[in-house]
């Protein structure tokens, strides 16, 4: 069904738009052009999806709903695309698509403006050069010129007033080769073409930097009128988006709502990485022996431990077991004082001597409040350890006359020979002769004496020496220390059952009570050193696997929760759903709603690119053949600026 000229006249001043999307994904891009509104003077644009192909069925599920229009699910491969792509032959009822297909999948109808986001997988900078290489990709790269074909056959009739072309940027180098067939297709089909790359997150207003190519063609006998630039905006902050949106995990939001499942590790290196950062944080962690350095992780010991609220928070609970070890039971107080000015409470004080003290209370440690003292006595203390000159009068000879009492040392210069004393420390040969006995029988008195070897079992030697239970002990003597003889026993007993009037025989001393027992009556001096007052717990968990699967919680350094974006929040930044509503996707599988979402072109995008379209066409359906404006202009072949007519030569 052909046009009458580009539009259907709908009332007065309200023309519609058709619009068909080939490689269409799950309809953002269609859901954006549904959403534009053109005008030019007192003419409006009403944009009107007439269909859309893509091979993913559950995608066509989703472009049903979001683009209000039936999609249809089409592999757009020929055979050899499809052999090298696949690996294999087409199984049975396979058949290449042609032209005929895509203008069923469109109802029939003609479209004015043609959107095609063909597969960019092996354009990505996200895959390795020499992946992008391999047959499979350049299979999957060569699709776009198919597509391109299929569409200018298809609608060849009439062909679309506007063609665009959209890709990841890296299409520009890798895809060189492939851009400059679908230029020539264009050219030959009667189009004016301009590559350009755009952020889509600029167009749209978004919360995300989206850089994208775009290939725009404008049919030069059709549509006379430059095509410009839609205008830029500012990119929003990511949390102008989260924030409008229930915290993640709550399921009021819905399934896509919930925190992705990720490996151990993985939440650790995302704890680790520096807000802002990427990845490439992670290289200022020290490492040794494949282990962080400066960090130790545990797992948490209990809700609240050793917590501190704030002065303004409420406290919890207050437990029969509130202490700051069970809790969170301590409080930061804002009313702190420094030390200075502290009274009796001063910790480590010292005590002028012409103050008088504080209190006496009951902890008098020297850490536990102002209990030293300044005692300007000390010269007082000179007579300790005070030696006599030969030539004075010595101190009065009291009872207590040690050195450390008094001065009871002098300075004798009397001593022979070199000055030393010769007899301090001597040790005498056993084959000399001994020195005089004096009554000083210290230091002076020492003998090398050769006999330890032959010392027989059960002498004095015996200096910490161990019985074995199975021989006699030595001469029990008056020296009982352990350190004085054989006074110790190797008792292989301690095993054994105790005997009735051991103090631990059923006080239970540090005792352990097991999960599954019941536990004995509780005492008003119930702790852990005096009964059974343990538990062997079996809920603490150990910390999961390095490549487990969890859902965790784990606070970087800057105080904050590193996480991944859940899948509505994608859907979000994305634009294909408002923070405060839900989105259902076809399926139940996050990795599949997460490769749809990414590759959807941003609907708020798509809008601006439509609204700039749809006054171009707005334009040459009231016969404007020249526009001045202040924006680039997307497409301007040199025919096109130097004339304002444009038309058959």
Same mark, same amino acid.
């Given at each position: 069904?052909?046009?009458?000229?580009?539009?259907?006249?709908?009332?007065?001043?309200?023309?519609?738009?058709?619009?068909?999307?080939?490689?269409?994904?799950?309809?953002?891009?269609?859901?954006?052009?549904?959403?534009?509104?053109?005008?030019?003077?007192?003419?409006?644009?009403?944009?009107?999806?007439?269909?859309?192909?893509?091979?993913?069925?559950?995608?066509?599920?989703?472009?049903?709903?979001?683009?209000?229009?039936?999609?249809?699910?089409?592999?757009?491969?020929?055979?050899?695309?499809?052999?090298?792509?696949?690996?294999?032959?087409?199984?049975?009822?396979?058949?290449?698509?042609?032209?005929?297909?895509?203008?069923?999948?469109?109802?029939?109808?003609?479209?004015?403006?043609?959107?095609?986001?063909?597969?960019?997988?092996?354009?990505?900078?996200?895959?390795?050069?020499?992946?992008?290489?391999?047959?499979?990709?350049?299979?999957?790269?060569?699709?776009?010129?198919?597509?391109?074909?299929?569409?200018?056959?298809?609608?060849?009739?009439?062909?679309?007033?506007?063609?665009?072309?959209?890709?990841?940027?890296?299409?520009?180098?890798?895809?060189?080769?492939?851009?400059?067939?679908?230029?020539?297709?264009?050219?030959?089909?009667?189009?004016?073409?301009?590559?350009?790359?755009?952020?889509?997150?600029?167009?749209?207003?978004?919360?995300?930097?989206?850089?994208?190519?775009?290939?725009?063609?404008?049919?030069?006998?059709?549509?006379?009128?430059?095509?410009?630039?839609?205008?830029?905006?500012?990119?929003?902050?990511?949390?102008?988006?989260?924030?409008?949106?229930?915290?993640?995990?709550?399921?009021?939001?819905?399934?896509?709502?919930?925190?992705?499942?990720?490996?151990?590790?993985?939440?650790?290196?995302?704890?680790?990485?520096?807000?802002?950062?990427?990845?490439?944080?992670?290289?200022?962690?020290?490492?040794?022996?494949?282990?962080?350095?400066?960090?130790?992780?545990?797992?948490?010991?209990?809700?609240?431990?050793?917590?501190?609220?704030?002065?303004?928070?409420?406290?919890?609970?207050?437990?029969?077991?509130?202490?700051?070890?069970?809790?969170?039971?301590?409080?930061?107080?804002?009313?702190?004082?420094?030390?200075?000015?502290?009274?009796?409470?001063?910790?480590?004080?010292?005590?002028?001597?012409?103050?008088?003290? +504080? *209190? /006496?209370? &009951?902890?008098?440690?020297?850490?536990? =409040? !102002?209990?030293? #003292?300044? $005692? @300007? %006595?000390?010269?007082?203390?000179?007579?300790?350890?005070?030696?006599?000159?030969?030539?004075?009068?010595?101190?009065?000879?009291?009872?207590?006359?040690?050195?450390?009492?008094?001065?009871?040392?002098?300075?004798?210069?009397?001593?022979?020979?070199?000055?030393?004393?010769?007899?301090?420390?001597?040790?005498?040969?056993?084959?000399?002769?001994?020195?005089?006995?004096?009554?000083?029988?210290?230091?002076?008195?020492?003998?090398?004496?050769?006999?330890?070897?032959?010392?027989?079992?059960?002498?004095?030697?015996?200096?910490?020496?161990?019985?074995?239970?199975?021989?006699?002990? +030595? *001469? /029990?003597? &008056?020296?009982?220390?352990?350190?004085? =003889? !054989?006074?110790? #026993?190797? $008792? @292989? %007993?301690?095993?054994?059952?105790?005997?009735?009037?051991?103090?631990?025989?059923?006080?239970?001393?540090?005792?352990?009570?097991?999960?599954?027992?019941?536990?004995?009556?509780?005492?008003?001096?119930?702790?852990?050193?005096?009964?059974?007052?343990?538990?062997?717990?079996?809920?603490?968990?150990?910390?999961?696997?390095?490549?487990?699967?969890?859902?965790?919680?784990?606070?970087?350094?800057?105080?904050?929760?590193?996480?991944?974006?859940?899948?509505?929040?994608?859907?979000?930044?994305?634009?294909?759903?408002?923070?405060?509503?839900?989105?259902?996707?076809?399926?139940?599988?996050?990795?599949?709603?997460?490769?749809?979402?990414?590759?959807?072109?941003?609907?708020?995008?798509?809008?601006?690119?439509?609204?700039?379209?749809?006054?171009?066409?707005?334009?040459?359906?009231?016969?404007?053949?020249?526009?001045?404006?202040?924006?680039?202009?997307?497409?301007?072949?040199?025919?096109?600026?130097?004339?304002?007519?444009?038309?058959?030569?």
């Amino acid at each position: 069904m052909k046009r009458d000229r580009a539009f259907t006249a709908t009332g007065p001043d309200v023309r519609e738009i058709r619009h068909f999307h080939l490689f269409c994904g799950l309809g953002g891009g269609a859901s954006g052009f549904n959403r534009a509104n053109p005008r030019v003077g007192n003419m409006v644009g009403r944009f009107r999806c007439i269909g859309g192909v893509d091979v993913d069925p559950a995608a066509i599920r989703d472009f049903s709903r979001l683009a209000g229009v039936e999609g249809t699910v089409l592999d757009l491969f020929d055979r050899d695309q499809y052999l090298d792509f696949h690996g294999c032959e087409p199984p049975a009822g396979w058949r290449e698509v042609g032209p005929e297909a895509i203008r069923a999948a469109a109802g029939g109808e003609y479209p004015s403006i043609c959107f095609l986001s063909a597969p960019c997988k092996g354009f990505s900078g996200l895959l390795a050069e020499g992946r992008s290489r391999t047959a499979k990709y350049q299979a999957l790269n060569r699709l776009t010129v198919r597509g391109v074909w299929l569409m200018l056959e298809a609608f060849a009739d009439d062909p679309p007033e506007l063609v665009v072309f959209e890709n990841v940027p890296r299409i520009g180098s890798r895809g060189r080769p492939l851009l400059d067939q679908i230029g020539d297709l264009l050219q030959a089909y009667g189009y004016a073409v301009a590559e350009t790359t755009h952020d889509c997150g600029e167009l749209g207003g978004l919360a995300q930097s989206r850089k994208r190519f775009l290939l725009v063609a404008r049919h030069i006998a059709k549509v006379p009128p430059f095509l410009y630039e839609p205008p830029g905006k500012r990119l929003q902050s990511v949390g102008t988006v989260l924030e409008r949106m229930l915290l993640p995990g709550d399921m009021a939001a819905g399934p896509m709502h919930r925190v992705p499942r990720l490996q151990w590790k993985t939440w650790v290196r995302l704890a680790f990485v520096e807000a802002g950062r990427d990845w490439r944080s992670l290289n200022r962690l020290a490492i040794e022996d494949g282990m962080l350095r400066d960090y130790l992780i545990v797992p948490e010991m209990h809700a609240g431990t050793l917590g501190v609220r704030r002065w303004e928070d409420a406290l919890g609970t207050i437990t029969g077991n509130a202490r700051p070890a069970t809790g969170a039971f301590s409080v930061a107080d804002p009313r702190f004082v420094q030390s200075a000015k502290w009274r009796d409470g001063q910790a480590l004080g010292v005590r002028r001597w012409d103050e008088s003290t +504080g *209190t /006496v209370a &009951g902890q008098q440690g020297a850490l536990q =409040g !102002a209990y030293s #003292v300044a $005692d @300007p %006595r000390g010269n007082d203390f000179s007579a300790k350890y005070r030696v006599t000159r030969w030539d004075a009068s010595a101190g009065t000879v009291i009872s207590a006359s040690t050195t450390g009492q008094g001065a009871f040392v002098i300075a004798d210069p009397r001593h022979e020979g070199p000055p030393k004393h010769n007899n301090v420390y001597r040790v005498v040969r056993w084959d000399e002769a001994g020195r005089a006995v004096t009554g000083a029988h210290g230091s002076g008195q020492c003998i090398a004496d050769p006999r330890c070897v032959n010392w027989h079992p059960g002498a004095s030697r015996k200096k910490l020496a161990v019985t074995s239970l199975s021989r006699p002990a +030595g *001469t /029990v003597i &008056g020296a009982q220390q352990v350190a004085s =003889g !054989a006074l110790a #026993v190797a $008792d @292989p %007993r301690p095993g054994l059952a105790r005997d009735r009037g051991d103090a631990y025989l059923t006080a239970g001393h540090y005792g352990v009570v097991p999960w599954a027992s019941p536990c004995g009556a509780v005492s008003a001096a119930a702790g852990h050193d005096n009964g059974r007052w343990s538990i062997a717990d079996p809920r603490l968990e150990p910390l999961p696997a390095a490549r487990d699967q969890v859902v965790a919680q784990i606070i970087a350094e800057d105080g904050t929760w590193h996480r991944p974006f859940t899948t509505l929040e994608l859907a979000a930044l994305q634009s294909l759903v408002d923070p405060e509503e839900q989105l259902e996707l076809d399926g139940l599988s996050d990795s599949a709603w997460r490769e749809r979402i990414g590759n959807a072109v941003p609907p708020a995008a798509a809008k601006a690119i439509a609204e700039v379209m749809g006054t171009t066409l707005l334009l040459a359906w009231s016969g404007e053949t020249f526009v001045l404006s202040a924006t680039p202009i997307w497409v301007r072949p040199v025919a096109v600026a130097l004339s304002v007519a444009q038309g058959p030569q």
